[in-house]
């Protein structure tokens, strides 16, 4: 349902504000595509499908690709679960299907299930630092997220590392509840250079889409992240 046919009212007060103001705004500049990316993993996690369906064409047209638009959703597994990522995974299936792209997309998967759980283990060095080298050893959800969510999901091409811990970042903040994971991930974003500024700019652009509370409880773990 299109909420700007069946209530024209709402659809001229929200995006007076979300489609104008905000990103209008000085202290919310960012490029087409991580604003993109920002807004769409942030409709996962808040599970804002019809929007999602609505924004995501918008996205495309500003540079977003398929393929990362794929990505973002497969990523949304590991910090949402299978049970509030369907619907999604269906949801850019039929936007890329309006749009004439052929599906299935080729393959991003780089690891082997030989190989995944090292793999998965550099990316959580790379973005953590060398005390997660052994951290897998310490019980099987530490295993699993080396070799599934870090192993199986941020080793994929299409998006780079950074772009990958930008939309973490983004599901946590808008699930709400995760705060010491929103935490941690903050400071995995500094760590790739998505310094404070560039994380705070994120949190404001997202601001409409999930509300003040949850937005203000992003803003502090930013701030507690950097200490």
């Not at 929007?51 to 064409?57: A, D, G, I, N, R």
């Not at 509030?84 to 299936?93: E, I, M, Q, T």
């Amino acid at each position: 349902m299109d909420y700007r046919r069946t209530d024209p009212e709402f659809a001229a007060l929200a995006e007076a504000f979300a489609r104008h103001e905000v990103p209008g705004d000085p202290d919310c500049t960012l490029d087409p595509v991580t604003r993109s990316l920002a807004v769409l993993a942030t409709l996962v996690g808040c599970q804002g499908v019809e929007l999602f369906k609505l924004v995501l064409p918008e996205a495309l047209d500003a540079g977003l690709t398929p393929v990362m638009a794929k990505e973002l959703v497969y990523q949304g597994v590991d910090y949402l679960g299978l049970g509030r990522v369907l619907p999604f995974v269906d949801a850019v299936n039929q936007v890329l299907t309006a749009r004439g792209v052929a599906l299935p997309l080729p393959s991003q998967s780089t690891t082997t299930p030989e190989t995944r759980l090292e793999k998965g283990v550099d990316a959580q060095v790379t973005i953590f630092g060398d005390g997660m080298r052994d951290a897998w050893r310490q019980g099987t959800i530490n295993r699993w997220l080396g070799a599934n969510c870090f192993g199986d999901y941020y080793t994929r091409t299409g998006l780079d590392l950074r772009q990958r811990e930008l939309i973490t970042f983004c599901f946590l903040a808008a699930q709400g509840g995760c705060e010491p994971q929103l935490t941690a991930h903050a400071k995995g974003n500094m760590n790739l250079g998505n310094d404070e500024e560039f994380l705070t700019r994120v949190v404001l652009n997202c601001l409409p889409y999930i509300g003040y509370p949850r937005s203000l409880n992003a803003l502090t773990c930013i701030r507690n992240a950097r200490t």
